[in-house]
């Protein structure tokens, strides 16, 4: 099968969610950004937004109030995350990026998608161990929660689509190995 260092790349890139406390460089993560915004985006309009948070204190006091957007939740898995003493949405990754977009257009989640595919892929190709994080995507319209990430950078006008954990993975926890699943591709000629 054909390969190169790209495509080998993108095969061993993992989802992690067990990080060291070690921080990712400015010049790593501004790496990172920077790739994010070289994905397409829909009629490139590029109406998305990037904003990366570092500061532990702040990610702590976003993760309370994503909890607490959870415990008023009808639905019980939610409600006992929003509950629990040691629930961390973004797995006490150091670095945490927002990706919003304004919600005018249809394919605005897709447009955050491909750079959020970019993100992860930039990440791993620097040594940096990456995980979706979606939690904030489906609290963002919370009170509590909107009033904060607008006050750290987030347009008041967007949806978050979803983050981006950025960390370096624990040594100590095994990755798991890619599966392809049998029946996934069909070529048509």
Known sequence: MKTNEIL???KARRSV???TGQQVSEEDLQAVLEAATYAPSGMHLETWHFTAIQNADKLTELNERI???FAKSDEPRLK????SKTYCCYYHAPTLVIVSNEPTQWWAGMDCACAIENMFLAAHSLGIGSCWINQLGTTCD???VRAFITSLGVPE???VYGC???GYADS???MKEKKVKDGTITIVK
């Not at 006992?80 to 509950?83: A, I, L, P, S, V």
């Open 17 to 19: 969610r067990a990080y």
């Open 67 to 69: 909890k607490g957007a």
């Open 8 to 10: 080998e790349n993108i």
């Open 80 to 83: 006992e995350r929003g509950q």
């Open 172 to 174: 100590k926890i095994p």
């Open 157 to 159: 006008n967007h949806k």
């Open 164 to 166: 981006v954990a950025l």
């Open 142 to 144: 919370d009170p509590e």
